[in-house]
Structures are given as C-alpha cells and as structure tokens.
C-alpha cells in the first residue's frame, strides 16, 4: 500500500490506523486442511481466503459485487473438494437419465414421461450403496415457490396441490442430509426413486441426491451428474443447473438428434461461454438416434448440418474438435441390447415391441446376427472409452488446470476492482482539502457511480439476452430445416 500525508493529524491517524487493519487481516493464518489434497491448489486457495477477508472488511465490501464474491467461492468450494465433476446437461427429456443409466449399466434413474430430475443427482464411487439426500432451506424454497407463481407454472402448482406436498414441507425444509445406506441395487433403485420421482410428495424438497455405488467403473473422485432440465418452467430449478456448469470439470450437453433448434444452439453456445477458454470439455451428444425415421442416412445429413454450426468460433472454433466432441447415441437400444435375455421370450413385454421397433427402422430381422453392429451403432460403448481415456484417466491433472485457470480469472477480475477503487480513492485523497467531511461526500459519490455501474452491467446483459432472444427467431428456420432431414 502507498503512503499517504494528512495535514489533518487526526485524518493521518485514522488513515494509518485502516491500512495496518488490512495488513493484519491479510496476514492472519489461514487454516488450510480442507485443501491438502494437492500443494498447488493449496496455496491458491489460501492466497484466496485471505483475499476474500480483506474484500468482506468493513469499507471495501461496499465495492464488491456478489457476483465477484459468487466466484471466489465457487472457486474455494473447487478447491476444497477434490472431485471431478462431468455434468449431463440439456433440455427436459432430452435423454439425460436414460444415457446415465446406460452408462451406468443399470437404471438406476428414473425414464418416466414426465420430467424426473428436479434436483441434482451426483453418482459416484463408493464402499457401500447408498443415497444421500440434501434438502432446500426454508429461504432458498421461498425463492424457488416465488419463482414458480412468477412463472405461472400452472403444471407445478397443480401437481404440488394434487400430491398434499404442502403438509410434507415443514418436515423436510431445512432438515439435515439424510443418509440411507442400500443393501441391494433394487432398494437403491426404490429409494432413488422415492427422492426424485415427480410422483412423490417430497421430491419438490430435495436439493441434491447423492448416490453411492459399488460398483461404478469411473475412478474415485470422477463423479456424473443428471441435472435439471435447462428448459424447466421453474426457473430457480433451470439456473441450478446454469450454475452447475460453472462448477462441472466436463460438461456433456445432451440434444436430442433430431432437434438442433435455435433454443439448443442458445444452450450450446451458453455452455462454450461458461467453459470460458476449454471447449475441449464440451461433448455435443446427440440422443435418441433410435428415433430418426432412417437413423444412420438421417444421421449422416443431420450431422452435417450440426457441424456447420459447431464448428464456429461460438463452440468449438474447430471442425477437427466438433467432429470428434459430437457423438451420436441410443442410450435406450444399449439398454434393450443388454437386457435382451431377460425378456426375450415374453412376447408381452413392452421393452419386446420396443426394440422390434427399432430394429425395424434398421432394416434388421435377426438380432442374433446383428447383435454386435448393433451394440457398436448405439455408440454408448465409445463414449464410455471418451470418458475414460479423455476425462477420467487425467481428472487429477485436469482438476488442477481448471483450478488454476479459474484463480487466474479471479484474481484478473479482483485486480481489474482494485485498479479502479484505487484510482477513485487517490482522487478523494489528492483533491479533497476540507477535511474529513468532504472525503466522506466523495467517498458516497463514488459508491453511488460504483453502483450504478453495476446497474448498467446488469441491463447490458438483459439487452444481451433479449438479443439472443430474438435471434432465436432466425434461427427457426434453421430448426425445420434440420427438422425435415430426419423425415
């Protein structure tokens, strides 16, 4: 810190007296045993905490954004948890449980017609099988209900009426993490299920599931992670999943193969945004490839049309990185393939007509002769390498990078803060000459321009997102044009 001189001694003293708080404060020992997994990010980390004290102190936090404090605490939340997390994101029914299952090897989310996931959903490595539930506050339920009825989310309040939740919710809000540990995968399966289901009276009050599994090929540390649907009506559940993908180390970004609308170029391109500078991370996987009328001609002309869009500076900026990040999939065949021989025999069988359905559109009348192809056509067997060999090999070393880069954004954005109340604060000290009262009206100017600063920021990306609402208009045509490819 520069010194500065006072004429008025009582000013000087109230000056020096403020800058050896803040070396005090900076100086303070950090306790630092929530980040010993790795040196490097340890000593991010406490250069952050310290940093985040001399923000909070009385005087500076007027200056601070909530954003900038939102990311530095994303960013210690990072650190402390040595995890490597790859979220499925997309629109509502767009396939995201239906390929972790498949990925999984067993359904252990649930595929019902009505949206399922409202509420993250963590799968990861465990000793034991288990589920963890965490649940809302009773102020962060205030907010999602608010947003609901400003929503107008007629289906929601509806069904919340329908199912009596009302009477569940004092005994849930607010509620420690519950933990219940499964002896067998269908007891898991049920009290998945009991959490999730949007049958169920107390999934509106569940934050986050966590499931514990036994038998879970990915390492441990490497977590997957079914999110909300981005198109979900009530807000407050779509922006846990937008908040999320800051969070995600990977991000695979579920769209259904016949449905490149404007809307999902909309949530491509705000994913390519949120990764910032690793597109790398980004993997487009283009579900239901099943239901194509003519899956692999259709395919073939609908990827081209995927790759004009992919490739640009927007998304990959790379048509060799938007080739190999874009995998067609059929989660749900994989799933029928694998479990052919439980129902093989049993001409009543729904899953039965499904895949004679399917097998149908693929010209196929022998599945024993076929059995292979098919296993390599639903592509879920390379995407299961991708992960493995492209994320979850390296997650300790690719955890470290995100954690670096990440600091690196921080501490530009604090920088960039600090430069500016610097150069505000000089010009109070420089050209203020009566005294304490004329440095305290300078000092409420400059909140006041600080704010309002802030404000503009803020309409700007109102402006911003009202723009990309209407290019949406345009890109309609791009939707039905895609759309009549798989016709």
Do not use: A, M, N, Q
């Given at each position: 810190m520069e010194n500065f001189s006072f004429k008025d001694e009582a000013l000087q003293k109230k000056y020096e007296q403020r800058v050896a708080e803040l070396k005090a404060l900076a100086d303070e020992p950090v306790t630092d045993s929530d980040h010993l997994w790795d040196e490097t990010v340890r000593r991010y980390a406490v250069a952050m905490r310290r940093t985040k004290k001399v923000l909070s102190s009385k005087g500076i936090q007027d200056y601070i954004t909530m954003g900038m404090m939102k990311n530095i605490d994303t960013f210690l939340n990072r650190c402390a948890n040595a995890e490597f997390h790859i979220a499925l994101v997309g629109a509502i029914k767009a396939g995201k449980s239906t390929l972790i299952n498949a990925l999984l090897g067993y359904e252990y989310a649930s595929t019902e017609v009505t949206p399922e996931t409202a509420s993250l959903t963590k799968f990861k490595k465990a000793d034991k099988n288990h589920v963890k539930i965490s649940f809302y506050t009773n102020e962060e339920w205030q907010e999602l209900w608010d947003s609901a009825n400003e929503a107008k989310a007629t289906v929601f309040l509806e069904e919340y009426k329908t199912l009596k939740a009302d009477a569940e919710k004092s005994k849930w809000l607010s509620s420690s993490p519950k933990n219940i540990v499964c002896d067998d995968k269908e007891k898991l399966v049920n009290e998945i299920k009991r959490w999730t289901s949007s049958k169920s009276s107390v999934h509106y009050f569940v934050k986050e599931v966590e499931?514990?599994?036994k038998d879970?090929?990915?390492?441990?540390?490497?977590?997957?992670?079914?999110?909300?649907?981005?198109?979900?009506?009530?807000?407050?559940?779509?922006n846990i999943t937008r908040d999320y993908i800051d969070r995600a180390n990977a991000v695979l970004v579920c769209v259904k193969s016949d449905a490149l609308t404007g809307q999902e170029m909309h949530t491509i391109y705000s994913v390519f945004s949120n990764v910032r500078y690793h597109p790398e991370k980004v993997f487009i996987i283009a579900t239901q490839l099943d239901t194509l009328n003519r899956p692999e001609e259709n395919w073939k002309l609908q990827e081209k049309e995927w790759l004009k869009h992919l490739k640009g500076r927007g998304a990959y900026g790379s048509e060799k990185l938007a080739e190999a990040n874009t995998i067609p999939v059929s989660a749900y065949l994989y799933t029928l393939l694998k479990e052919y021989d439980t129902y093989a025999e049993d001409d009543q069988n729904d899953k039965k007509?499904?895949?004679?359905?399917?097998?149908?559109?693929?010209?196929?009348?022998?599945?024993?002769?076929?059995?292979?192809?098919?296993?390599?056509?639903t592509n879920i067997e390379k995407l299961k390498r991708t992960i493995k060999t492209d994320i979850a090999d390296h997650h300790k070393e690719k955890l470290r990078e995100d954690i670096e880069s990440t600091y690196k954004i921080c501490k530009e954005e604090i920088q960039d803060c600090m430069r500016k109340i610097r150069a505000e604060q000089e010009d109070i000290i420089q050209t203020s000459r009566g005294g304490i009262e004329e440095i305290q009206k300078k000092k409420k100017e400059f909140t006041q321009k600080y704010k309002e600063a802030s404000d503009d920021k803020k309409e700007l990306e109102g402006l911003?997102?009202?723009l990309q609402a209407i290019t949406q208009k345009r890109a309609g045509e791009l939707e039905q044009a895609i759309k009549s490819l798989g016709r």
């Open positions: 499931v514990g599994l879970f090929e990915l390492p441990e540390g490497v977590v997957l992670v079914d999110t909300p649907g981005l198109d979900d009506i009530v807000e407050y559940r779509s007509w499904d895949l004679e359905s399917i097998l149908s559109k693929l010209r196929i009348k022998d599945i024993h002769e076929k059995y292979d192809w098919l296993c390599d056509f911003i997102s009202r």
